[in-house]
């Protein structure tokens, strides 16, 4: 289940995450932007799951919208950190396209 904010009339946030562990992988699925406001909670989950015992994780990044340079260079950062345990699941094209005007494609680990 992805993780919302509430219905009370509180805006929801501006991304949702849902990590859990699949087998011998971790998955970790972003949906919505990922930016300046919310990249360090990204990564702070991204952590706690590159912390477990998973042989690889997963971020599922097909439903990204946006994603600024900021949290752009942090993905890339933990990407080169960790290597092949880490990779990115279906990129959107949004995202994707980022990834290529910035010349950081080819050292992500990228899987369809």
Known sequence: MYS???S??????ICSMRSERVGAEHLLAIRGDIDLANHEQVSSE???A??????????DLSEVGFVDTTALTTLFRLVQAHGN????RSPSPALRRVMQLSGLAPHFNLVD
């Not at 009370?8 to 946030?13: D, E, F, L, T, Y």
């Not at 590159?50 to 971020?59: F, G, K, N, W, Y």
């Open 8 to 13: 009370s009339g509180v805006r929801p946030p």
């Open 50 to 59: 590159l912390d477990s015992d998973a042989e690889r994780v997963v971020m």
């Open 46 to 48: 991204l952590a706690r």
């Open 4 to 6: 919302e904010g509430e």
């Open 85 to 88: 345990r880490l990779v990115v």
